[in-house]
């Protein structure tokens, strides 16, 4: 059965493309590789013994997506990866991100509207939650106004599905909510690649573990946490590549309840800054610099995911610990930079 991955080239893509070679899937993957590398089919190669067929194209561009739904007419499902997600830069550039999150997000549910039948998958973001008002976040918890552009696609994103779901009932969609994702496959054959100076805390991490950088700064101390630091819910990208498969047979099977389901992806564990530095040192057996700054602008104090709709629902739980993820994060970091 042939899935188009879009975004497939990149952290979380790939990961998934692995994982649905693995259950049998053919999978094509879209990328404009504006935030990958095409060495990355090698990765993939070398885990699963099967090169994915690759096209390069970027989705802005509608004639280029009906062409591709013209020739390849037997996609039955999709997984929509493909988008910006620097915070900040959405912050500097909102056109850019409006562009290619929405525009791309319109095209692909124009070609599958058409269709008799069609499976497709959203990336969204707890992002959509912002300091939700009681910890662990259901699914029902209020989406809050967003922070950032970057926030807020992801948000009319979701409005989006649901509207053109309404409409049509042949068209089948589940949104998920990803908490923290990190980590990268256990073989260390693929990861995360952040381009330039990596603004989320996994990465800088290890880069600075290896010398890349000089120390990290801890954002706000001063939070009325346990600890003092901010607290996310942080999953191993291979649990969240499965939650992906399952949501897409869930589809498949016609196992879904509506034609637009919302899941959260996390594990159901809040960790503090403090506690991913001590996961670093305790499985890379190195101290790591770090000095405490002020808070970042419009981070929240807290956020982790009920998980038990996903848990219920889907048949899927995250199994990976926290020095797990950190663990094969820290392989991975120190081969690419080996
Ligand atoms: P990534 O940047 O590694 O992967 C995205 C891929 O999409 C890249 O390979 C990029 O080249 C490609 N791409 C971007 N715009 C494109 C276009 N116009 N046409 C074709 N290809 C295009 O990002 P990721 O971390 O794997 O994230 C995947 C998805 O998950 C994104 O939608 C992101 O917003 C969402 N998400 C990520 C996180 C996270 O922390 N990584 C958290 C929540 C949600
Ligand atoms: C985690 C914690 C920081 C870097 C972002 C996006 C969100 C989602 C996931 C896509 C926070 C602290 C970080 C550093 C630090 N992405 N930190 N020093 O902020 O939860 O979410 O990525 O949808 O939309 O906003 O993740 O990894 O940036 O930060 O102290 O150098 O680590 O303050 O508490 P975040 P993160």
Redesign the pocket.
């Known amino acids: 059965m042939k899935i188009l991955v879009?975004?497939?080239?990149?952290?979380?893509?790939s990961h998934t493309v692995v994982e649905l070679q693995a259950k049998g899937f053919e999978v094509i993957i879209?990328?404009?590789?504006?935030?990958?590398d095409e060495a990355v089919l090698d990765g993939i190669a070398a885990i699963s013994g099967k090169k994915p067929v690759f096209v390069k194209?970027?989705?802005?561009e509608k004639s280029a997506v009906q062409k591709f739904f013209s020739t390849h007419n037997d996609i039955r499902g999709v997984i929509?990866?493909?988008?910006?997600?620097a915070v900040g830069e959405s912050v500097e550039q909102p056109l850019m991100y409006y562009e290619?999150?929405i525009n791309?997000l319109v095209y692909l549910l124009q070609e599958l509207q058409a269709k008799e039948e069609a499976s497709f998958i959203f990336?969204?973001?707890?992002?959509v939650y912002g300091q939700a008002d009681k910890m662990p976040i259901t699914e029902d918890a209020p989406v809050k106004v967003a922070e950032s552009p970057?926030g807020n696609t992801?948000q009319i994103g979701e409005e989006i599905i649901r509207d053109t779901c309404a409409v049509n009932q042949q068209l089948k969609a589940i949104a998920l909510r990803?908490f923290?994702?990190m980590g990268s496959h256990p073989s260390a054959e693929i990861g995360?690649?952040p381009k330039g100076v990596p603004q989320?805390l996994v990465p800088f991490i290890t880069q600075t573990g290896v010398g890349l950088r000089e120390e990290l700064q801890v954002f706000g101390e001063d939070y009325d946490t346990p600890d003092g630091t901010a607290i996310r819910d942080y999953i191993h990208v291979v649990d969240l590549a499965k939650a992906h498969v399952v949501a897409l047979e869930r589809l498949l099977e016609n196992q879904n309840k509506t034609n637009y389901e919302v899941f959260n992806v996390g594990t159901g564990k809040g960790s503090s800054v403090m506690e991913v530095i001590e996961s670093f040192e305790k499985v890379s057996g190195t101290k790591l610099p770090y000095k405490v700054v002020g808070r970042r602008a419009g981070d929240i104090m807290e956020a982790y995911a009920d998980t038990t709709k996903a848990n219920t629902e889907l048949g899927w739980q995250a199994v990976s610990s926290l020095d797990q993820a950190m663990s094969s994060a820290w392989k991975w970091e120190q081969k690419i930079r080996s």
Do not use: Q
């Open positions: 879009t975004g497939g080239l990149g952290f979380i893509g879209v990328d404009d590789l504006s935030n990958s194209m970027d989705l802005r929509h990866f493909a988008a910006s997600k290619n999150n791309t990336s969204s973001s707890c992002t970057y992801k990803y923290n994702p995360e690649l989320n």
